[in-house]
Structures are given as C-alpha cells and as structure tokens.
T-cell receptor
C-alpha cells in the first residue's frame, strides 16, 4: 500500500564497507530522486532519473552510484563508506519533470561506525 | 539565482498561537511553490502548493499565498496544535527541467 518504500529503514555499518539502499514506487511515476538530509535537516538532491534515464547528477562523490532497473525502482549503491556519509537518505518520485510535487519515502538512516 | 530562503528556526509557540513561517524565492519566470512538512522520524509530505500568482494553497488549517510582487510564499496557521510540531520546508520547482529547490527547513515546536 505504501507509495514510496525504501529499504532498509536503518543501516549501521563500518567505515570502508559497501552498501545499497533500495527504493520502489507504486504510483506509476516517471521520475525518481535521491536526497541526502544531514543532521541539521538540510536537504540536498543527489540524483534524479526520468524513465530510467539519469537527468540530475549533482556534485556527489563517485562512490555513490544510482541504478534504475525500471522506472518504478531507483537503488543507491555506496562504495567505501566514510564517516561523512552518515545521514538520512530519502527517495522520492513525481509524475514527471517540471512543476509536479514529489512523494517521499520514510528515509533510510545510515550510521557509519 | 534559483534559491529558496526561509525563516530560520527553531520556532517555539504555545498551543493556539498564530504561526507565520516566511519564505521567499528567487527565480526567472513562474515556478510552482510548495510547503512540505516532516514529522519526526518520517519523510517529507506535501502540505500545500500553488502553481500561479495569487493562488492560495491550503490544507489542515495552513495557508500560503503565491505573491509574485514580493516573490514570497509565507506559511500561516491561525491556531497551532501540539500535533503541528514538525519541520517545515518551502520549495519551488524549476521553470524548465527537473530541478527542485528546497529551503533549509524551519523546526516548529508547539507546547501545551
């Protein structure tokens, strides 16, 4: 029933590890996003895909690699995790590009030890 | 520039007080404007939106009017409740393309 679902909800791991976060939307939307929210609640867009095609790729370390196997899924893989990667990562979707509102998942809280 | 500036928090109000959270934007053209709310431990939810000048978005007692002349979209509520405690984000769409611009968020705490 959940519109935008992300897994896992919590991720605790060691520095240097590789991890993935998965996102799925059942709204039939064409566009999906990944955001990073820091401890001060500042929200920064990382990537956006429209119909499986990358359309926004902000200044993000290349240790972060998004993958969209189909337009309902957008996964985020992170290599060689660093302490500064600790944050809450949100997936979102919208019907398309332009002035549409976005629907957010509940977030994945990533903690690096 | 293409930015959204909103009032810094945190804001603490007593129950039934009047709320205003200021938001201004810079843009060429006429973007759509949004307010999102984030309750503790949850993702952002759309609270209200306005797509053209003089439109008023409203939901759950909250209102915001798209003011082109002042490039503002201030959020107001006449009587806040404890359950309104959350972080509020102002946002605007790009005029073209896919970019979405969020403000820095304003934390609101309502005390009984």
């Amino acid at each position: 029933d959940t519109a935008v679902s992300q897994t896992p909800k919590y991720l605790v791991t060691q520095m240097g590890n590789d991890k993935s976060i998965k996102c799925e939307q059942n709204l039939g939307h064409d566009t999906m996003y990944w955001y990073k929210q820091d401890s001060k609640k500042f929200l920064k867009i990382m990537f956006s895909y429209n119909n499986k095609e990358l359309i926004i790729n902000e200044t993000v370390p290349n240790r972060f690699s998004p993958k969209s196997p189909d337009k309902a899924h957008l996964n985020l893989h992170i290599n060689s995790l660093e302490l500064g990667d600790s944050a809450v990562y949100f997936c979102a979707s919208s019907p398309g590009t332009g002035g549409f509102s976005q629907h957010f998942g509940d977030g994945t809280r990533l903690s690096i030890l | 520039g293409n930015s959204v500036t909103q009032m810094e928090g945190p804001v603490t109000l007593s129950e039934e007080a009047f709320l205003t959270i200021n938001c201004t934007y810079t843009a060429t053209g006429y973007p759509s404007l949004f307010w999102y709310v984030q309750y503790p431990g949850e993702g952002l939810q759309l609270l209200l939106k306005a797509t053209k000048a003089d439109d008023k978005g409203s939901n759950k007692g909250f209102e915001a009017t798209y003011r082109k002349e002042t490039t503002s979209f201030h959020l107001e509520k006449g009587s806040v409740q404890v359950s309104d405690s959350a972080v509020y984000f102002c946002a605007r769409s790009a005029n073209t393309g896919n970019q979405f611009y969020f403000g820095t968020g304003t934390s609101l705490t309502v005390i009984p």
